[in-house]
């Protein structure tokens, strides 16, 4: 059973760190792309970050190159995402997701596999 549980959220205040943690289970994971995507409230669901199966390549939306890191831990099954300098405007349920494809996926339909989000508040 292909399952992504995603698990760090919490409440930050502004310009603080937080760690988002994605552990996969049924599929070869070592050969999908991985990505974060985000929704806030009223908004569309918007990509984070995305890396490669070998983290040979990453990705990083507008807004959060800089700050957001995304890294793998392909023994352990796991996707990370590291948000530092958070700001209000990064408060969403964040998810992860897994792609069926060799390169970086940027749009929610190349993903096939999605975890049930965690949330992340930011203020003070």
């Known amino acids: 059973q292909t399952q992504l549980v995603e698990s760090g959220g919490g409440l930050v205040q502004p310009g603080g760190s937080l760690r988002l943690s994605c552990a996969a289970s049924g599929f070869p994971f070592d050969t999908y792309t991985m990505g974060w995507f985000r929704q806030a409230p009223g908004k569309e669901r918007e990509g984070v970050a995305s890396i490669t199966g070998s983290s040979a390549y990453t990705h990083y939306e507008y807004g959060v190159e800089g700050r957001f890191t995304i890294s793998r831990d392909n023994a352990k099954n796991t996707v990370f995402l590291q948000m530092n300098s958070l700001k209000p405007e990064d408060t969403a349920v964040y998810y992860c997701?897994?792609?069926?494809?060799?390169?970086?996926?940027?749009?929610?339909?190349?993903?096939?596999?999605w975890g049930q989000g965690t949330q992340v508040t930011v203020s003070s």
């Open positions: 997701a897994a792609a069926r494809v060799p390169d970086i996926a940027t749009t929610a339909s190349e993903y096939d596999y």
